[in-house]
């Protein structure tokens, strides 16, 4: 069962770096810890449960499977799958990381259309717009590999759709209300989740 604990272990490490260690550092640096939350009506507010549902049946995954009620797709002892996903991963990590920390005060969980930060264009931010959510597929996708089973899968997949629903239709109109010619401009030629794919902002009618 090494994927189950190295999944439970990937996850406990994640939320206390990118979440408690990331907003421990905005609310020293800013007085706020930089959590707004999701909110909003219709496909908004389906955004923010999906996250909340992929984030619990993510961390839910290792831990039915160490409690023998979920058993792997396929073996992954001491094989290339398990290689394979500490990769992506460490990577996945390592970029949500940098990320996180490129955007300086400008970072937040959620939005609040009250306010207006800084566009960031620099460190990762200079090939893809979303770098924070590409990675943490990433490293995803890499604790699927280490623990392949259907509910890590379904996590994986909540976390795309929401991912999409919610820079589809709130980040990209929040940026695009603030920071109006130069978020257009800078959406122009710098990929959504890729460089080079899903280039300018296509609004919702």
């Not at 499977?65 to 094989?79: D, F, I, S, T, Y």
Request: charged fraction near 10%.
């Amino acid at each position: 069962m090494l994927g189950a604990w190295l999944g439970l272990f990937g996850w406990l490490l994640f939320g206390f770096l990118a979440f408690g260690v990331r907003s421990l550092w905005q609310w020293w640096r800013t007085g706020s810890t930089g959590f707004r939350g999701f909110s909003g009506r219709g496909l908004e507010r389906v955004a923010g449960l999906l996250f909340g549902a992929a984030i619990l049946t993510a961390a839910a995954a290792p831990i039915l499977a160490l409690r023998g009620v979920l058993p792997p797709l396929w073996p992954v002892e001491g094989g290339a799958w398990l290689i394979m996903g500490c990769l992506l991963y460490g990577l996945g990590l390592l970029l949500t990381l940098w990320a996180q920390f490129s955007m300086g005060a400008s970072w937040r969980i959620g939005v609040d259309a009250r306010e207006r930060t800084a566009l960031v264009t620099s460190g990762p931010f200079r090939w893809v717009r979303n770098p924070i959510f590409t990675a943490t597929c990433i490293c995803t996708l890499g604790l699927v590999l280490l623990l392949p089973s259907w509910l890590a899968a379904a996590a994986l997949l909540a976390l795309i759709v929401a991912i999409e629903l919610q820079v589809r239709l709130v980040e990209e109109p929040y940026l695009l209300r603030v920071h109006a010619e130069t978020y257009a401009s800078w959406a122009s030629h710098v990929g959504r989740f890729f460089p080079g794919l899903g280039l300018g902002v296509h609004l919702p009618k």
